[in-house]
């Protein structure tokens, strides 16, 4: 990639060395237990203490772990389950794969979060849980949702997808309210190449969500006690997600670092905005998007194309807005209000190079790109 027009991905995954995976994966590949073994249980411990939380479950995936979290509460079928639209695809599957119902909110202007206004409005004798989600790796407004989920005996279920290493109140993401799960997809921060990891203080939960990850079964193996999943974590990409873990303050720093840079030199590009950061939370850095608005040289659709004929790859990011989507608009849902403020950010919002090995030639080029298209 040292070449100015190579192509330049939006994402890499850094990750750690290989002879060190097979050296932590060889005693479990030699034993034969290869899924659900010594590494993952390793795995899990680090999480907990990552964390600060007493129990972690390694799942296939953010996905699977999600849609554990919500079969995990017994809801019925059609109860609702109250979501941001701003967010990816995955959290309304997990809701639809249940049988429930989403209802979509609209997000702070800010943050991008979800607004804790809306899923207050959005509240009904049927809702079973309020699913916030990390945005780019920003934790949500967590003390305005712990206080409605308190006050109206509903669950949260975090999609925290994109937010392992994020922290709210100095405390690390992980434990707010009844579990939250993590991607290690590839496209994240830690990887474990691909699998999830839900967190929780709940005892009860977290012995049921080992046994749905595991087809739902009861302590004989035979019977099944829930309708789980096949979606456990193999002893290799649980090898791969303690050594990417075990070098978590590096990955994050350094992302932390390029959205720095970008943000000081997405100041100087007219009409174009960022993530508010809040004094009381910090991201992941898993994502850095540019948000392109109405007075800015160019449009946000003409940037992403411009971008790509110089061989950099960008994304619109979230978009289209998951309620508008083909997949969801045509399946049973709510949708509070217009989400104005969705529309808007889903139209501007532009995600850019962002990983944790990019260089800082890299990022200039990216720079000098936008520069050239927006200043
Ligand atoms: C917000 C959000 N939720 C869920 C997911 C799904 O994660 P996974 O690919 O691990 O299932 C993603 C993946 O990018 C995501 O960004």
Same mark, same amino acid.
């Given at each position: ?117 809306? *899923?207050?409005?959005?509240? %009904?004798?049927?809702? &079973? ?6 945005? =780019? +790796?920003?934790? !949500? /407004? ?55 990891? *839900?967190?929780?203080?709940? %005892?009860?939960?977290? &012995? ?6 595991? =087809? +739902?079964?009861? !302590? /004989? ?77 160019? /449009? ?76």
């Amino acid at each position: 990639m040292g070449n100015v027009n190579d192509p330049l991905p939006i994402i890499r995954p850094t990750l750690p060395d290989l002879e060190a995976v097979f050296a932590a994966v060889r005693d479990s590949y030699d034993s034969g237990t290869v899924t659900v073994g010594k590494v993952v249980d390793r795995f899990e411990r680090e999480i907990c203490r990552f964390c600060g939380v007493d129990h972690a479950v390694a799942v296939s995936s953010c996905t699977s772990g999600l849609m554990l979290s919500l079969a995990a509460l017994d809801a019925p079928k059609g109860a609702e389950v109250i979501v941001p639209s701003f967010t990816f695809a995955a959290t309304a599957q997990a809701v639809l794969w249940n049988d429930l119902t989403p209802v979509y909110v609209d997000c702070l202007p800010g943050t991008m979060t979800v607004d804790p206004n809306e *899923v207050e409005k959005a509240l %009904s004798t049927r809702t &079973a849980a309020i699913m916030p989600v990390t945005i =780019y +790796g920003l934790p !949500p /407004d967590c003390d305005r949702l712990s206080e409605i989920s308190r006050e109206q005996g509903i669950p949260l279920v975090s999609d925290s997808a994109q937010g392992l290493g994020s922290t709210y109140q100095g405390a690390a993401a992980g434990g707010f309210g009844r579990c939250e799960v993590f991607s290690l997809s590839p496209t994240k921060v830690i990887t474990a190449i691909e699998g999830g990891v *839900v967190t929780t203080n709940d %005892s009860g939960l977290a &012995a049921k969500l080992r046994s749905m990850r595991d =087809y +739902g079964k009861g !302590p /004989d193996g035979e019977e099944m006690l829930f309708n789980g999943l096949s979606a456990r974590m193999s002893e290799f990409h649980a090898a791969v997600g303690l050594l990417s873990l075990r070098n978590a303050e590096a990955l994050i720093e350094a992302r932390l670092n390029l959205i720095r840079r970008y943000r000081e030199r997405a100041a100087e590009l007219h009409g174009c905005t960022v993530q508010d950061f809040p004094e009381d939370r910090t991201s992941s850095g898993n994502y850095f998007t540019l948000h392109i608005g109405q007075t800015a040289a160019k /449009d946000r659709d003409a940037v992403f194309h411009a971008l790509k004929t110089r061989n950099i790859q960008s994304k619109r990011y979230f978009y289209p807005p998951v309620h508008a989507q083909t997949a969801f608009r045509t399946r049973p849902h709510r949708v509070v209000g217009d989400l104005p403020r969705t529309w808007s950010i889903s139209a501007q919002a532009l995600a850019l190079p962002l990983y944790s090995h990019m260089t800082a030639a890299q990022q200039d080029r990216v720079c000098r790109a936008l520069e050239s298209l927006l200043k």
